[in-house]
């Protein structure tokens, strides 16, 4: 009888280390900037988020990841996590993600109306 749960636990082992790879992957990716966490924002290094890379959507855009997505409302500025199917709100834009991504620049240029 074990010898048949082997291969089952090595399927499940295997799947929940490809999930945390994935995470970690999705997660790292999500803001590739250091620095500048304090007003005014200066002494940022790294690249700031190129929104034009990522998928339009009806009410702004998604960065799909291997295992969440990122979506960024276009008029209210929300952050969400979709996961599985499902729609986690984060969190609005920071001051430092106004400055240093500037998100409302980038969304009045796709036709959006931010409110943020």
Known sequence: MTYIMYPFAAIGFTAVVLLAVGLWLDISDFDNTSGGYEAP??????????????????????KRGYVVNVLVDGT???????IFGRKIPFRQFSGR?????????????MGFEPEF
């Open 97 to 109: 993600a106004l400055v240093v991504h500037k998100p409302r620049e980038a969304f009045l240029a």
């Open 41 to 62: 924002y200066d002494g940022v290094t790294g690249e700031p988020v190129d929104w034009f890379a990522m998928d339009r959507t009806a009410t702004g855009i998604a």
């Open 76 to 82: 209210t500025g929300m952050i969400s996590f979709e």
